[in-house]
């Protein structure tokens, strides 16, 4: 069964790098026409995605957090990560991960892990 | 920038039909996803490709669009239905991916 599961600090300093990793059990990241995503929500806020990356390593991000995020994969853990630099108080969200199947009838995301919080304060 | 609208709060008794939509320009040629997601729990996907449904998820949960309007219908709605529930699509450019502002669900 497929799972995801995040892990990384809790607390990141204002200006500071987050860094979080998902790790995925129960299937190969090599799998085609599959992305692994990452998809933030602030405290009782809506969801926000964050970007992408394919098993080879090319990425896609939104554009107005292009800037300052970076998703990399590690197929050899079935891991990829994600680092976001020069984090604000607006940056404190509950972080997740998914699987997101992207075809050319749709895309979804299915399963999530079960989120992490990431506050940034001092 | 590319905008999914719902409306805040849809609010139903038990064994009513519950509608929530989900409208934008680029609908017409994007599928919708729709999610719920339960207080203090991570989101879970009911619909994708507009209106296929994963398994496990019962057959009350059912997805249609017509034009720019995606719509997720819960024929029969059930106390443990409450939630938010948020539909995601991406613009026409594929470069623009996100979610609707979310709809509240009330069932009582």
Same mark, same amino acid.
């Given at each position: 069964?497929?799972?995801?599961?995040?892990?990384?600090?809790?607390?990141?300093?204002?200006?500071?790098?987050?860094?979080?990793?998902? $790790?995925?059990?129960?299937?190969?990241?090599?799998?085609?026409? #599959?992305?692994?995503?990452?998809?933030?929500?602030?405290?009782?806020?809506?969801?926000?995605?964050?970007?992408? #990356?394919?098993? %080879?390593?090319?990425?896609?991000?939104?554009?107005?957090?292009?800037?300052?995020?970076?998703?990399?994969?590690? $197929?050899?853990?079935?891991?990829?990560?994600? $680092?976001?630099?020069?984090?604000?108080?607006?940056?404190?969200?509950?972080?997740?991960?998914?699987?997101?199947?992207?075809?050319?009838?749709?895309?979804?995301?299915?399963?999530?892990?079960?989120?992490?919080?990431?506050?940034?304060?001092? | 920038?590319?905008?999914?609208?719902?409306?805040?709060? #849809?609010?139903?008794?038990?064994?009513?039909?519950?509608?929530?939509?989900?409208?934008?320009?680029?609908?017409?040629?994007?599928?919708?996803?729709?999610?719920?997601?339960?207080?203090?729990?991570?989101?879970?996907?009911?619909?994708?490709?507009?209106?296929?449904?994963?398994?496990?998820?019962?057959?009350?949960? %059912?997805?249609?669009? %017509?034009?720019?309007?995606?719509?997720? $219908?819960?024929?029969?709605?059930?106390?443990?239905?409450?939630?938010?529930?948020?539909?995601?699509?991406?613009?026409? %450019?594929?470069?623009?991916?996100?979610?609707?502002?979310?709809?509240?669900?009330?069932?009582?």
């Amino acid at each position: 069964q497929l799972q995801l599961q995040e892990s990384g600090p809790g607390l990141v300093k204002p200006s500071a790098t987050l860094s979080l990793t998902c $790790t995925v059990s129960g299937v190969s990241m090599r799998t085609g026409s #599959v992305y692994w995503a990452w998809i933030r929500q602030p405290p009782g806020k809506g969801l926000e995605w964050i970007g992408n #990356v394919y098993y %080879s390593g090319s990425t896609y991000y939104k554009p107005s957090l292009k800037s300052r995020v970076s998703i990399s994969v590690d $197929t050899s853990k079935n891991q990829f990560s994600l $680092t976001m630099t020069s984090v604000t108080a607006a940056d404190t969200a509950v972080y997740y991960c998914a699987r997101h199947e992207d075809n050319w009838d749709g895309e979804w995301f299915d399963p999530w892990g079960q989120g992490t919080l990431v506050t940034v304060s001092s | 920038s590319y905008e999914l609208t719902q409306p805040p709060s #849809v609010s139903v008794s038990p064994g009513q039909v519950a509608r929530i939509t989900c409208s934008g320009d680029a609908l017409p040629k994007k599928s919708a996803s729709w999610y719920q997601q339960k207080s203090g729990q991570a989101p879970l996907l009911v619909i994708y490709e507009d209106n296929k449904r994963p398994s496990g998820i019962p057959e009350r949960f %059912s997805g249609s669009k %017509s034009g720019a309007v995606a719509t997720l $219908t819960i024929a029969g709605a059930q106390v443990d239905d409450e939630a938010d529930y948020y539909c995601y699509s991406s613009d026409n %450019s594929g470069n623009h991916r996100l979610f609707g502002g979310g709809t509240k669900l009330t069932v009582l």
